[in-house]
């Protein structure tokens, strides 16, 4: 199924063409009829030759009601620019052209309509003469101009052939599965509910499917489908859709949502695209400029951040970063056209290359401006890569980049992508980067403390600025290191004393093996803060103060004392520890104090009981 959009001046006969066409008058408000105006969107359709269904989205052709003409202009496979024998190429005709340019509608009719007011064959071609010089340079510039008169019928039925050869030469619709559909009306029906309607993109929707509405992040149900009047179990890509919604109230919704299925489209608030200022523009974009993003059938107030220039001159290009007041869903991708609100102006358009920038980029960045031109020139394979920086679900790489499994599969097979064993992908180049990095970090570590037994997994984690999950997800698939009790060390580090090191523990352990052993200050000048804390890691003294170390032995022998003192009498005191165990109170207090932060006992008064460790 295809979709084209009528687009034109006020008074060049569009919804009249459209209704000889159809047979439906796609003006469908009472002040429409009154004025003999387009004020908001019209539909109609009707089934081409070959029986294929073409919806035709009549858009607004006043200046007035700019806004909603680019509402109706999401998703659609060609346009018929509309053009009246008796006016030729007007302004606002012009602005039309800017759009569907800009928009990048390579499929277009350009209708010369209402010929039967023209006797003047020289006035027709001064007319088709202004015509090709206003189009020279767009996509509209090959586009066939057909005359019709609506009134008479003439050229009518070429016309229609025409619309079928030319969507013939249009490339399918996306099968992905991903099924999207910009909202652009909502409303309620008795009896039914819910109702919104808009072109159904990248996929099939299905009575019965769960769908999400973003930006509000709203669930609900598909309770019916409508296309073209007709009631339908499946509604194609292509397609002019109505979707009865259950669970969903109608004043939750407005124009610009977008309906999905759940998790495949995040809403944002800024967005990086490729931008082409018109070169009738009346200014130059600078940067900070407000202007009004219009984009699927959204509509947003947005802050332009150029990238990399500062100021983008009527007819020049650029990168620029859009901060919007509103969040809205879109797809990477997609077009949009930029307008500044006052005066009001269509000022250019663009491609939207990312929907989920990390962050607000800084300026006149060489590595942010190649990311993004590979974003946007980049093979499926190569934008998989950079997008898969650190470690990503393909779920996700599908929902950013609107990939495939097929192309997944391909960044694999070409070795750009691996996929780790719990399915996640990372680009190799990233990932070999990140772990040379760590095994180098840790081994530079043992190198300069090789009486430590590893880097404390804080420090490692803060050197390198990861995340705590992002280091515990390469640490798991990094054979060569190991982490364990808050420590990483190569698997194949050990601390090992030299003999003048291992004469000096001999002596200091003997020292140890006493009722009051020295302390981490007296340990610290006997043998020296490295060989200490080297001990403390191998395990071979036990640290139960800041101050206070013991023998291992000496520690698991005074702990049992304790418990044996509370299990016999219901509580013990430091005295009690001090004299059953023959130490000082010092000890006996700094045991206790230790015990209680394990939960092994607990303090009561004056008095220590057992705890719930």
Same mark, same amino acid.
């Given at each position: 199924?295809?979709?084209?959009?009528?687009?034109?001046?006020?008074?060049?006969?569009?919804? %009249?063409?459209?209704?000889?066409?159809?047979?439906?008058?796609?003006?469908?408000?009472?002040?429409?009829?009154?004025?003999?105006?387009?004020? *908001?969107?019209?539909?109609?359709?009707?089934?081409?030759?070959?029986?294929?269904?073409?919806?035709?989205?009549?858009?607004?052709?006043?200046? *007035?009601?700019?806004?909603?003409?680019?509402?109706?202009?999401?998703?659609?496979?060609?346009?018929?620019?509309?053009?009246?024998?008796?006016?030729?190429?007007?302004?606002?005709?012009?602005?039309? #052209?800017?759009?569907?340019?800009?928009?990048?509608?390579?499929?277009?009719?350009?209708?010369?309509?209402?010929?039967?007011?023209?006797?003047?064959?020289?006035?027709?071609?001064?007319?088709? %003469?202004? !015509?090709?010089?206003?189009?020279?340079? %767009?996509?509209?510039?090959?586009?066939?101009?057909?005359?019709?008169? +609506?009134? &008479?019928?003439?050229?009518?039925?070429?016309?229609?052939?025409?619309?079928?050869?030319?969507?013939?030469?249009?490339?399918?619709?996306?099968?992905?599965?991903?099924?999207?559909?910009?909202?652009?009306?909502?409303?309620?029906? $008795?009896?039914?509910?819910?109702?919104?309607?808009? &072109?159904?993109?990248?996929?099939?929707? @299905?009575?019965? *499917?769960?769908?999400?509405?973003?930006?509000?992040?709203?669930?609900?149900?598909?309770?019916?489908?409508?296309?073209?009047?007709?009631?339908?179990?499946?509604?194609?890509?292509?397609?002019?859709?109505?979707?009865?919604?259950?669970?969903?109230?109608?004043?939750?919704?407005?124009?610009?949502?977008?309906?999905?299925?759940?998790?495949?489209?995040?809403?944002?608030?800024?967005?990086?695209?490729?931008?082409?200022?018109?070169?009738?523009?009346?200014? /130059?974009?600078?940067?900070?400029?407000?202007?009004? #993003?219009?984009?699927?059938?959204?509509?947003?107030?947005?802050?332009?951040?150029?990238?990399?220039?500062?100021?983008?001159?009527?007819?020049?290009?650029?990168?620029?970063?859009?901060?919007?007041?509103?969040?809205?869903?879109?797809?990477?991708?997609?077009?949009?056209?930029?307008?500044?609100? $006052?005066?009001?102006?269509?000022?250019?358009?663009?491609?939207?290359?990312?929907?989920?920038?990390?962050?607000?980029?800084?300026?006149?960045?060489?590595?942010?401006?190649?990311?993004?031109?590979?974003?946007? $020139?980049?093979?499926?394979?190569?934008? !998989?890569?950079?997008?898969?920086?650190?470690?990503?679900? /393909?779920?996700?790489?599908?929902?950013?980049?609107?990939?495939?499994?097929?192309?997944?599969?391909?960044?694999?097979?070409?070795?750009?992508?691996?996929?780790?064993?719990?399915?996640?992908?990372?680009?190799?180049?990233?990932?070999?980067?990140?772990?040379? &990095?760590?095994? *180098?970090?840790?081994?530079?570590?043992?190198?300069?403390? =090789?009486?430590?037994?590893?880097?404390?997994?804080?420090?490692?984690?803060?050197?390198?600025?990861?995340?705590?999950?992002?280091? $515990?997800?390469?640490?798991? @698939? #990094? =054979?060569?290191?190991?982490?364990?009790?808050?420590?990483?060390?190569?698997?194949?580090?050990? !601390?090992?004393?030299?003999?003048?090191?291992?004469?000096?523990?001999?002596?200091?352990?003997?020292?140890?093996?006493? /009722?009051?052993? /020295?302390?981490?200050?007296?340990?610290?000048?006997?043998?020296?803060?490295?060989?200490?804390?080297?001990?403390?890691?191998?395990?071979?003294?036990?640290?139960?103060?800041?101050?206070?170390?013991?023998?291992?032995?000496?520690?698991?022998?005074?702990?049992?004392?304790?418990?044996?003192?509370?299990?016999?009498?219901?509580?013990?005191?430091?005295?009690?520890?001090?004299?059953?165990?023959?130490?000082?109170?010092?000890?006996?207090?700094?045991?206790?104090?230790?015990?209680? +932060?394990?939960?092994?006992?607990?303090?009561?008064?004056?008095?220590?009981?057992?705890?719930?460790?």
């Amino acid at each position: 199924m295809r979709v084209v959009a009528t687009a034109g001046h006020v008074d060049h006969g569009k919804s %009249t063409l459209v209704k000889c066409l159809t047979g439906i008058d796609p003006d469908r408000l009472a002040e429409e009829k009154a004025r003999a105006m387009t004020i *908001d969107l019209g539909f109609a359709w009707l089934r081409l030759p070959n029986g294929e269904m073409l919806g035709i989205v009549d858009v607004p052709g006043h200046r *007035d009601f700019i806004a909603n003409m680019l509402a109706g202009m999401g998703g659609i496979d060609a346009a018929l620019l509309v053009i009246a024998a008796d006016e030729g190429v007007m302004p606002q005709t012009a602005e039309h #052209l800017a759009i569907l340019d800009l928009l990048g509608i390579e499929r277009s009719l350009i209708i010369l309509s209402k010929t039967d007011l023209i006797a003047d064959q020289q006035w027709l071609d001064l007319v088709v %003469t202004d !015509i090709r010089h206003a189009v020279a340079r %767009t996509t509209l510039a090959d586009a066939e101009i057909i005359p019709v008169s +609506a009134l &008479t019928g003439n050229g009518i039925p070429h016309l229609v052939e025409r619309l079928k050869t030319l969507l013939d030469l249009a490339p399918p619709h996306s099968a992905a599965q991903r099924p999207r559909l910009s909202i652009d009306r909502v409303f309620t029906m $008795s009896g039914f509910g819910t109702v919104v309607t808009g &072109t159904l993109q990248d996929g099939e929707l @299905h009575v019965g *499917d769960e769908v999400e509405i973003q930006p509000s992040a709203l669930r609900g149900r598909v309770r019916g489908l409508q296309s073209y009047k007709k009631t339908v179990s499946t509604a194609l890509p292509g397609s002019r859709v109505a979707v009865n919604l259950a669970g969903v109230d109608q004043h939750a919704l407005k124009r610009g949502d977008m309906l999905a299925y759940p998790g495949q489209i995040h809403a944002t608030d800024l967005l990086d695209l490729r931008f082409r200022h018109l070169p009738g523009a009346s200014r /130059p974009l600078k940067h900070g400029a407000h202007v009004k #993003l219009y984009v699927g059938a959204a509509e947003v107030l947005a802050r332009v951040r150029l990238l990399d220039a500062d100021e983008l001159a009527p007819g020049q290009s650029g990168w620029i970063q859009l901060q919007l007041e509103e969040r809205i869903a879109v797809a990477v991708y997609d077009r949009c056209i930029l307008r500044t609100p $006052s005066p009001p102006e269509t000022i250019g358009g663009g491609i939207v290359v990312n929907t989920q920038p990390f962050r607000r980029w800084r300026r006149f960045q060489s590595e942010v401006i190649e990311s993004l031109e590979t974003r946007l $020139s980049g093979t499926p394979a190569q934008r !998989i890569a950079q997008a898969a920086f650190d470690p990503v679900a /393909p779920e996700t790489l599908t929902r950013l980049l609107g990939v495939g499994q097929a192309e997944l599969d391909d960044a694999i097979a070409q070795g750009l992508v691996v996929r780790l064993s719990d399915g996640l992908l990372i680009a190799v180049e990233r990932w070999a980067e990140m772990t040379r &990095t760590l095994v *180098d970090t840790v081994r530079t570590f043992h190198a300069s403390n =090789p009486l430590r037994l590893g880097i404390p997994r804080e420090e490692l984690r803060n050197r390198l600025a990861l995340p705590p999950a992002l280091l $515990s997800l390469y640490l798991e @698939h #990094l =054979p060569e290191l190991v982490s364990e009790k808050g420590i990483v060390r190569a698997q194949d580090h050990a !601390i090992r004393l030299d003999y003048a090191q291992q004469e000096l523990v001999r002596v200091f352990f003997g020292q140890m093996d006493t /009722p009051t052993p /020295p302390t981490v200050t007296d340990a610290r000048q006997m043998i020296g803060a490295d060989l200490l804390y080297a001990l403390i890691e191998l395990g071979e003294l036990v640290q139960i103060q800041p101050d206070v170390i013991l023998l291992p032995t000496a520690y698991q022998r005074m702990v049992t004392t304790v418990l044996n003192l509370i299990d016999t009498h219901g509580s013990t005191t430091v005295g009690d520890v001090r004299d059953a165990c023959q130490t000082s109170r010092k000890y006996a207090l700094a045991l206790l104090e230790h015990l209680d +932060a394990l939960g092994k006992t607990r303090r009561q008064g004056d008095t220590r009981v057992r705890g719930r460790g």
